[in-house]
């Protein structure tokens, strides 16, 4: 039996807390299967790994995974800030700290110790052949096999006792042809609902070995390291794909050489993201039951003239272990102060409900809960498998739905493409409101009630958000909205690298009310987008010019391949778009007024599917302004919701209609 430490250390949670989170989650016991979740143990043995080098670190998380792949009982501490550490008593979870052996790497010889009788054999890698350590760590994970550099084999046999060993060093000249043995011969046996981008990153591995590894070894996961940027690495990652038949919306964890643009290449064949190359205990955290979550709707301002309505979300909660890094941040007493958004991993709800549990019990009613790009996993939906995209809609609307997400983010998506549309679509009555796009500074987009918002500026140094929004110029005639995104893991850290995400942002929010008294108005994202709805709704007069600013934008409900003239808004050919106007529910009268020119058909509709003409001319029309009388669309219209379609009158291109200007008056 291994040696146990004698004291039981239980971590106390207050009443008020629990009672939030009971308001805010629910155990579910319908799993998606999504993650492996490895079955869960009364209490932790906790090792301390902090002190090993990096090699031996390694071999712990290995380890750790081989005897988590019965029960997770095994947590190591290996983060900085004694992180771990924390989430360990926050997790409410058993536990008992293992004195540690003296001398070098007191951690895995310690569990070596006591749980080296689990141990068939030792598996030789070699650090400057990085393929070999990937090797040994999926033959270990399926043949009870422990990877060790011959340093450590040495040590740990010298200590312990003979253990048969297995040296793969030489076995194959380099990457490609070590991950083919692996398709052929380990593949077969390792679980297929995950893959893994992980291994010895260089140069840094040596000082800062990546956490992930337990998990994968604890799944029993296909783990490859290459470099997409090498076109036969490229073509590798492509094959190990094809040969494991991943489904559509297969994961993979971990990380790339080429860092984000692992997309380019995974995307294409129906894998997303989940970056979380530094995730420690990944194998005790899925163990915990699965839940679901909750959070309030948005909640809207009536927008007035001549102030700045200001959301800000902070970056890089798609990452797992930026998720673990933030209680650092939830802690500092300036949390809540300001409204603002924080993006998380909703798969959390399977690989660390712990982690969730306590963000949501620190929400209160100024920090809204968003989810990194662009959903559920890190994906370019443009670059996504055309085949497989529709199975990730599916699944990343019901995690977003389980996870109570209101505001998403999307990157790499243009503005009413197929990919964005079809993401709106799927979002449409799941109760995400609000996309935040971070490829460019379009305006506002309404595309079928789910409102499309920039991401806003990028911030990366404390002092930033007051130079960029000091420098926004509100306008008398109608409201203005901004959105900002700080980069967490450099505006969010001060001089000696501490958390300091809420100070920061505090700060600057009171330097700016101060200096410029009532001119901005701060709000959460999906509170923000709340606003912006209700600005369109209950409308008693719509006027704007059709020059693609937001005061256009936000009613338009479909745009079909138009394009900007000279500051108009222009369709030829098959192309249209549709705007969508809600006017108050006492007006029996209106009239649309349209500065129109070209060949033009106009109709309007009552639920955007069943249209009539209102207005049509033919022979290339020079501006005119047309009027047309609404009232008949509004008789028996308890919503008081009317569609307006434009189109050419022409099919031929270069022959279609120009709008400068729309009203709506009902008076």
């Given at each position: 039996m291994p040696k146990k430490a004698l004291l039981f250390v239980t971590a106390l949670t207050c009443i008020l807390v629990v009672s939030i989170i009971a308001f805010y989650a629910r155990e579910t016991q319908v799993e998606r299967g999504s993650f492996p979740k490895m079955a869960a143990a009364e209490a932790l043995s906790v090792y301390d790994i902090r002190n090993d080098s990096a090699e031996a670190k390694l071999a712990a998380?290995?380890?750790?995974?081989?005897?988590?792949?019965?029960?997770?009982?095994?947590?190591?501490?290996?983060r900085e800030s004694n992180l771990d550490q924390t989430w360990l008593d926050e997790s409410g979870k058993s536990y008992q700290a293992v004195p540690l052996l003296t001398g070098s790497n007191p951690g895995l010889r310690t569990l070596y110790r006591d749980y080296g009788d689990l141990v068939d054999k030792l598996i030789v890698w070699e650090g400057s052949r990085d393929w070999t350590f990937n090797i040994a760590l999926m033959k270990g994970s399926l043949e009870k096999g422990l990877p060790v550099t011959d340093a450590i084999?040495?040590?740990?046999?010298?200590?312990?006792?003979?253990?048969?060993?297995?040296?793969?060093?030489?076995?194959?000249?380099?990457?490609?042809?070590?991950?083919?043995?692996?398709?052929?011969?380990?593949?077969?046996?390792?679980?297929?609902?995950?893959?893994?981008?992980?291994?010895?990153?260089?140069?840094d591995w040596t000082a800062y070995p990546w956490n992930i590894f337990d998990y994968a070894v604890a799944s029993?996961?296909?783990?490859?390291?290459?470099?997409?940027?090498?076109?036969?690495?490229?073509?590798?990652?492509?094959?190990?794909?094809?040969?494991?038949?991943?489904?559509?919306?297969?994961?993979?964890?971990?990380?790339?050489?080429?860092?984000?643009?692992?997309?380019?290449?995974?995307?294409?064949?129906?894998?997303?993201?989940?970056?979380?190359?530094?995730?420690?205990?990944g194998s005790v955290w899925s163990s915990f039951a699965s839940k679901t979550y909750s959070q309030p709707s948005g909640v809207a301002v009536d927008a007035q003239p001549g102030k700045v309505y200001v959301a800000i979300t902070a970056s890089d909660g798609d990452n797992l272990q930026y998720d673990q890094q933030l209680i650092n941040h939830f802690r500092n007493e300036a949390a809540g102060q300001?409204?603002?958004?924080?993006?998380?991993?909703?798969?959390?709800?399977?690989?660390?409900?712990?982690?969730?549990?306590?963000?949501?019990?620190?929400?209160?009613?100024?920090?809204?809960?968003?989810?990194?790009?662009?959903?559920?996993?890190?994906?370019?939906?443009?670059?996504?498998?055309?085949?497989?995209?529709?199975?990730?809609?599916?699944?990343?609307?019901?995690?977003?739905?389980?996870?109570g997400i209101h505001t998403s983010q999307i990157w790499h998506s243009p503005i009413n493409s197929v990919s964005h549309k079809q993401m709106a679509d799927s979002l449409v009555g799941s109760g995400v409101t609000g996309l935040l796009r971070g490829d460019d500074g379009a305006p506002i987009n309404a595309y079928h009630g789910i409102y499309t918002v920039p991401q806003g500026n990028m911030i990366?140094?404390?002092?930033?958000?007051?130079?960029?929004?000091?420098?926004?110029?509100?306008?008398?005639?109608?409201?203005?909205?901004?959105?900002?995104?700080?980069?967490?893991?450099?505006?969010?850290t001060d001089a000696d690298g501490q958390a300091a995400f809420f100070d920061h942002l505090k700060a600057e929010v009171d330097r700016l009310n101060r200096d410029f008294p009532g001119k901005f108005v701060f709000l959460k994202p999906q509170d923000l987008v709340a606003t912006i709805h209700k600005l369109m709704t209950d409308n008693r007069s719509v006027n704007f010019d059709a020059n693609n600013t937001n005061q256009e934008s936000i009613y338009i409900y479909e745009d079909n391949h138009t394009a900007m003239d000279n500051g108009r808004r222009y369709a030829d050919g098959a192309s249209s778009w549709i705007y969508k106007f809600d006017l108050a529910d006492d007006v029996e009268h209106a009239?649309?007024?349209?500065?129109?020119?070209?060949?033009?058909?106009?109709?309007?509709?009552?639920?955007?599917?069943?249209?009539?003409?209102?207005?049509?001319?033919?022979?290339?029309?020079?501006?005119?302004?047309?009027?047309?009388?609404?009232?008949?669309?509004?008789?028996?219209?308890?919503?008081?919701?009317?569609?307006?379609?434009?189109?050419?009158?022409?099919?031929?291109?270069?022959?279609?209609?120009?709008?400068?200007?729309?009203?709506?008056?009902?008076?």
């Open positions: 998380l290995v380890l750790q995974g081989l005897i988590n792949q019965g029960t997770a009982k095994i947590y190591v501490l290996t084999k040495d040590g740990l046999t010298a200590e312990f006792g003979s253990k048969p060993a297995e040296d793969i060093r030489l076995n194959w000249a380099g990457r490609v042809e070590a991950y083919d043995w692996a398709i052929d011969n380990l593949m077969p046996s390792l679980d297929k609902r995950i893959l893994f981008s992980a291994g010895l990153r260089t140069p029993k996961s296909f783990a490859f390291y290459l470099d997409p940027s090498i076109p036969a690495e490229r073509d590798e990652i492509v094959k190990i794909i094809q040969k494991g038949g991943y489904p559509p919306g297969t994961p993979v964890l971990g990380y790339a050489p080429n860092a984000d643009d692992l997309n380019d290449y995974t995307n294409p064949y129906g894998v997303g993201y989940v970056v979380s190359d530094f995730f420690s205990n300001v409204p603002v958004g924080i993006t998380v991993a909703p798969v959390l709800q399977e690989l660390g409900t712990p982690i969730l549990d306590y963000f949501y019990s620190k929400i209160g009613s100024n920090i809204e809960l968003v989810a990194g790009p662009s959903g559920y996993q890190f994906i370019y939906p443009e670059k996504y498998s055309e085949s497989g995209y529709p199975t990730w809609l599916s699944r990343n609307r019901q995690w977003l739905m389980d996870a990366w140094k404390n002092g930033e958000i007051y130079s960029v929004l000091s420098s926004v110029i509100e306008d008398s005639e109608k409201p203005i909205f901004h959105t900002i995104y700080p980069i967490l893991g450099f505006y969010g009239t649309l007024t349209l500065a129109i020119a070209g060949n033009y058909v106009v109709d309007v509709s009552k639920d955007g599917m069943k249209w009539n003409h209102a207005a049509n001319a033919q022979g290339s029309v020079s501006e005119l302004t047309v009027n047309s009388d609404l009232s008949s669309w509004l008789s028996r219209n308890p919503t008081k919701t009317v569609y307006v379609r434009i189109k050419s009158g022409s099919q031929q291109e270069g022959d279609g209609v120009t709008l400068s200007r729309l009203s709506i008056s009902t008076e």
